[in-house]
């Protein structure tokens, strides 16, 4: 893969972006994109990710969509922030391609040890045997350790069918890795992981507030409204109909 500067300024976005959106400490992370080109400059796609909490006991990993109610943070505005990830993943597989790079099908991004590592995938996912949903269980069974026996039969034969057909198929892989990034500074360091994971959790802890302060603001003013209504409803005893009027500001 092509080894430039502005490449590297991609990996540190996407990097940063990744971190943002973990509301807690973690040992390690790792995500799936995939981007399909079809007619008329179409693109479908998906995006998910896990991350491991950072335990002495040894804990499951977490489902980036779970967080909104694991954390009580706004959905929507959650949900935002991971179409902006999957963005910055499209505009560097835009840039690769624009370079000369060949265009890949999807990828995995794997953070641990102080190494950000990006495996890149060249299947042709439009006939691809498999739906996305089968994707999915192989992905989570390579990376994520989940045991074999805790699929279902039917899920079990299908990833031992997918394993086997690896064993003896050119792996079709690119795999890039570099240390993890640190800003301002903008060469490859290898830097403390605790320190810096502190300084991403404090960014990130400031957001979760602001999403959740966003999340209580729109909880009160649904109660006013409702307050209001009811207001409006009652009757005094001589038959006239009492009304107060609220002004709410966005």
């Not at 922030?81 to 794997?110: F, Q």
């Not at 590592?117 to 439009?126: G, H, I, P």
């Not at 602001?210 to 001589?238: R, V, Y």
């Amino acid at each position: 893969m092509l080894r430039n500067t502005e490449i590297k300024k991609m990996y540190e976005k996407i990097q940063k972006q990744l971190f943002y959106m973990i509301p807690e400490k973690w040992d390690r992370v790792y995500l799936y994109a995939s981007v399909i080109d079809h007619f008329n400059n179409v693109q479908t796609g998906e995006m998910f990710f896990y991350y491991y909490p950072k335990s002495v006991i040894k804990k499951n990993p977490v489902n980036v969509y779970e967080v909104p109610n694991k954390f009580n943070i706004d959905e929507q505005a959650y949900l935002k922030l991971a179409e902006r990830l999957y963005y910055e993943i499209k505009k560097l597989r835009s840039y690769e391609i624009n370079v000369g790079e060949k265009a890949w099908s999807n990828l995995t991004i794997s953070v641990q040890d102080f190494k950000f590592s990006v495996e890149y995938d060249y299947d042709d996912l439009v006939n691809s045997k498999y739906t996305n949903v089968e994707r999915h269980l192989i992905w989570r069974y390579k990376y994520l350790d989940i045991p074999l026996n805790s699929y279902t039969r039917k899920d079990r034969k299908m990833i031992e069918e997918y394993l086997k057909k690896e064993k003896y198929k050119n792996q079709n892989v690119n795999t890039y890795v570099e240390g993890i990034y640190k800003k301002p500074v903008s060469n490859l360091i290898e830097y403390d992981k605790q320190e810096e994971q502190e300084e991403i959790i404090t960014d990130t802890v400031n957001e979760v507030v602001k999403l959740t302060k966003n999340k209580e603001q729109k909880n009160k003013e649904n109660k006013e409204k409702k307050q209001l209504k009811e207001q409006e409803n009652t009757k005094e005893d001589d038959g006239k109909v009492t009304s107060q009027i609220l002004t709410f500001k966005p």
